[in-house]
């Protein structure tokens, strides 16, 4: 990785499609070798229940966390190729079942609002399949917008998740 100050980014990885456990397994491996990027850990590995149309297959989940020196929407593109590398068609319904869905949760305390990126992710401080996992990697966090990590996932209902792996 480059010299200079990099930024700590956390990414969402979702699969409902061709064996959601493998696809979510091989997106991890292949974020290891991001660009200019470290990576620093993942979560464990959860099942959700689907959030938008319920007639898809449940979806495993989990967050990475990684130190990156690529600017936001570099890495954007680079999450976008890795999506496309592993088969991933941008052609379904909003919501729909995907084999790999990779977003950008957080980067740094940084918001940002553009047409192609917005960070924090939408709708991130009240979706367990994100916040239990990112708790799973930095109980500490802190939501730009939205407050402790840890008060997000008091008010969050887990019911819809189940972790598949140990820490
Ligand atoms: N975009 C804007 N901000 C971001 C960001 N922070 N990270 C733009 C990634 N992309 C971002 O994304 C559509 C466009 O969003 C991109 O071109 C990018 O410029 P997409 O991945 O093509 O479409 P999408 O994922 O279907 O839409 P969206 O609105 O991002 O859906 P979500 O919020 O990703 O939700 N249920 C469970 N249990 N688990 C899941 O993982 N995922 C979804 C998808 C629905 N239900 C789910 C899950
Ligand atoms: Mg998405």
């Known amino acids: 990785m480059s010299e200079g100050k ?11 499609l061709n064996d959601p456990l493998q696809q979510v397994n091989n997106a991890i491996a292949l ?12 979560s464990r590995l959860y ?14 989940n989990a967050v990475v966390a990684v130190d990156t020196h690529l600017p936001p929407l570099a890495l954007l593109d680079e999450l976008q190729a890795l999506e496309t590398r592993q088969g991933r068609a941008r052609t379904g319904q909003r919501w729909g079942p995907r084999v790999i869905d990779l977003d950008l949760l957080l980067y740094g305390e940084q918001t940002i609002a553009t047409a192609r990126l917005i960070v924090p ?3 991130l401080h009240q979706r367990s399949f994100v916040l239990y996992p990112l708790y799973d990697i930095d109980p500490g966090l802190n939501i730009p917008g939205q407050g402790p990590l840890a008060e997000l996932v008091a008010r969050c209902k887990a019911d819809d998740l189940e972790p598949l792996t140990s820490a």
């Open 6 to 16: 990099s930024s700590r980014a956390f990414i969402g990885v979702g699969s409902n």
């Open 31 to 42: 974020l290891h070798e991001l660009k200019d990027t470290r990576f620093l850990a993942a």
């Open 47 to 60: 099942c959700s229940r689907p959030l938008g149309p319920a007639d898809q297959p449940d979806y495993v």
């Open 121 to 123: 992710h939408p709708g």
